[in-house]
């Protein structure tokens, strides 16, 4: 699994971060998302997954 963002599309709800806390974070500067975790364990996958469909910016990739 590979996780990325594009932070253009970032509209910092923050869902990602309430979803899947230990792959993904808010910059300090900007609000803007952070992967903390570009290659996560599998066992997070299903909260990977669900944070890409609930980003309202259509912002996360999971491949
Ligand atoms: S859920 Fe989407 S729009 Fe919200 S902070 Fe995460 S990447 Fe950004």
């Given amino acids: ?37 570009p290659t996560p364990p599998a066992y997070l996958a299903p909260d990977v997954r669900l944070a890409a469909t609930l980003c309202p910016g259509r912002a996360i990739t999971v491949t």
């Fill in 1 to 37: 699994m590979l996780v990325t963002v594009d932070r253009g599309r970032c509209c910092s709800s923050g869902q990602c971060v309430l979803t899947a806390p230990t792959v993904f974070d808010q910059s300090d500067e900007d609000g803007l998302v952070e992967v903390l975790q």
